[in-house]
C-alpha cells in the first residue's frame, strides 16, 4: 500500500502568524513584529481555524486565550518553524560550500573537557554540520588520516606526507591507587622496581598495531581499548599506568591515585598537533574547527 503525501493547506506564513499573535500577545503586537498590517494577521489566524475547522482563541473575561487544540497547534507550528529555519539554514551552507558531515580523529590523551568545548563552540555556530568523533590511540590516529577517513586530527605524531601544526603539549605521569605495592616501597622507583608489577595499558586503536605508550617494561600487563576502564582498575589498585595528568586530575585532587615516586622518568611529555588530511582542499566547516581547537586551547594553555 502506497501512502501518499498531504499537501499541506496551511502555509508557513499562517504558522508565522498565530506564532506571533501568541509570542506577542495580541494582533496589534504580531503585526509589528512581522511588519504587516494587522488585518493581514487576523485573516492569516482566522484562515487556520476555517480550513482545519478548528477554534484557537476562546475568551476568558476579556482577555483572549488559547484552547487545547490551539495550545497543541501554537507547540507544533513552533517546531514546523524552527524545522523551516534549520533546513533554510543547511541550504545556504551548502549552497556556500559547507560541508553536511565532518569527520575527525582526536588522541585521547586530548582534554576531554577541551574538546567538548570547541565541538559545543562550533555545534552553536554550524548546528546543520553532523560530526562523526574518533577516539584514536596512537596509530589510530595515522591510520584515520592515511586512509582518508577524517579531515582533520588531533595526533601525537605527524604522519609521513603530512604536516602538522603544533597544538600543546601534555604531561604524562605514572600513578596508582595509594596502597599499591609499590608505594608502600618506601624510596624512589627504578625502572626495575615498575617491571615487577602490572602495568595498565591502552591498545593502540591502529589495527598495524604500530606505536607503544610510554615505557612497557613491565612482565605483567593489562591492555584495555578505554581509558576510562585503565582508569578504574588502577582506582582498584589492580595495576599502574602512565596517564594523562589532565585525565585523571580529579582522582589525584581526592588521593584516590597518586604519582608514583619515580627515581628517573617520573614524567613524560606528548607533543599533539594539529593535522589536516589535505590542507588545500579542506571544506570551510573543517577550517573553522580548526581554528576553534587553536583559540580554546590557547585560552586554556597560554603556554602553548
Not at 58 to 66: D, I, P, T, Y
Not at 95 to 122: H, M, N, R, Y
Amino acid at each position: 500500500m502506497i501512502i501518499k503525501p498531504l499537501n499541506p493547506q496551511i502555509s508557513l506564513e499562517q504558522w508565522r502568524a498565530l506564532v506571533a499573535v501568541v509570542d506577542a500577545g495580541g494582533y496589534a503586537r504580531a503585526a509589528a513584529a512581522l511588519h504587516k498590517s494587522q488585518s493581514a494577521v487576523t485573516y492569516a489566524v482566522q484562515k487556520i481555524e476555517q480550513q482545519l475547522d478548528v477554534k484557537l482563541f476562546e475568551l476568558h473575561g476579556r482577555k483572549s486565550q488559547l484552547t487545547a487544540a490551539g495550545q497543541v497547534l501554537y507547540r507544533r507550528a513552533q517546531a514546523l518553524l524552527e524545522e523551516a529555519g534549520a533546513l533554510e539554514q543547511a541550504a545556504h551552507a551548502l549552497a556556500a560550500g559547507w560541508e553536511s558531515e565532518l569527520a575527525l580523529a582526536v588522541e585521547i590523551i586530548f582534554p576531554t573537557w577541551l574538546l567538548l568545548k570547541c565541538l559545543a563552540q562550533f555545534g552553536l555556530e554550524r548546528p546543520e554540520i553532523r560530526i562523526e568523533l574518533y577516539e584514536t590511540v596512537l596509530g589510530g590516529t595515522d591510520e584515520a588520516l592515511l586512509q582518508g577517513r577524517v579531515a582533520l586530527a588531533v595526533g601525537s605524531l605527524v604522519p609521513p606526507g603530512f604536516v602538522g601544526d603544533a597544538l600543546m603539549a601534555v604531561r604524562l605521569v605514572a600513578a596508582a591507587h595509594p596502597e599499591h605495592a609499590l608505594h608502600r616501597i618506601g624510596r624512589e622507583l627504578t625502572a626495575r622496581d615498575l617491571r615487577r608489577y602490572r602495568q595498565l595499558v591502552i591498545r593502540d586503536s591502529g589495527t598495524a598495531r604500530s606505536r607503544n605508550s610510554p615505557w612497557l617494561g613491565a612482565e605483567q600487563r593489562w591492555t584495555f581499548s578505554h581509558k576510562a576502564t585503565s582508569i578504574h582498575a588502577a582506582l582498584s589498585g589492580l595495576g599502574f599506568a602512565w596517564f594523562a595528568e589532565d585525565t585523571i586530575r580529579r582522582e589525584l585532587e581526592q588521593g584516590l591515585l597518586k604519582p608514583l615516586p619515580l627515581r628517573e622518568g617520573a614524567e613524560h611529555w606528548a607533543q599533539l598537533y594539529l593535522i589536516y588530511a589535505d590542507r588545500d582542499r579542506a571544506g570551510p566547516g573543517a577550517l573553522r574547527l580548526a581554528q576553534i581547537i587553536q583559540q580554546e586551547v590557547k585560552a586554556a594553555c597560554p603556554g602553548s
